[in-house]
């Protein structure tokens, strides 16, 4: 068994935040989790050359499926990307399909 990385979120009202928690269930048996984030205030200009956090693309994809499970969505810009090269593609399909019929019937 290889380390398998865990997400969960939950909706807190009373604070009207989003909560991660992330572990790791680690192929010795042990469970890592993640503590919270904080920060740190610096002088503007001074920046930090590491990440906030890194993980695997595994562990992204399971952040992103609570996510959505969730019922969070891409923004609407995202999402209209997404659909507008969608529309193409079906046009393009349709194109091919009736320059198909077309060659068919003369």
């Given at each position: 068994?290889?380390?398998?990385?865990k997400v969960a979120v939950e909706e807190s009202i009373s604070r009207g935040t989003i909560d991660f928690f992330v572990?790791?269930?680690?192929s010795n048996g042990k469970v890592a989790i993640a503590e919270p984030l904080?920060?740190?205030?610096v002088?503007?200009?001074q920046y930090y050359d590491q990440p906030t956090f890194s993980m695997p693309h595994e562990g992204m994809q399971s952040f992103m499926?609570?996510?959505?499970?969730?019922g969070f969505r891409p923004?609407?810009?995202?999402?209209?990307?997404a659909?507008?090269?969608?529309?193409?593609?079906?046009?393009d399909m349709r194109k091919?399909?009736?320059k198909f019929l077309d060659a068919k019937e003369g």
């Open positions: 068994m290889r380390d398998e990385i572990w790791i269930k680690q904080t920060m740190k205030e002088d503007e200009g499926d609570v996510l959505w499970n969730k923004s609407q810009e995202a999402s209209l990307g659909f507008t090269a969608q529309g193409k593609h079906l046009e091919i399909a009736f």
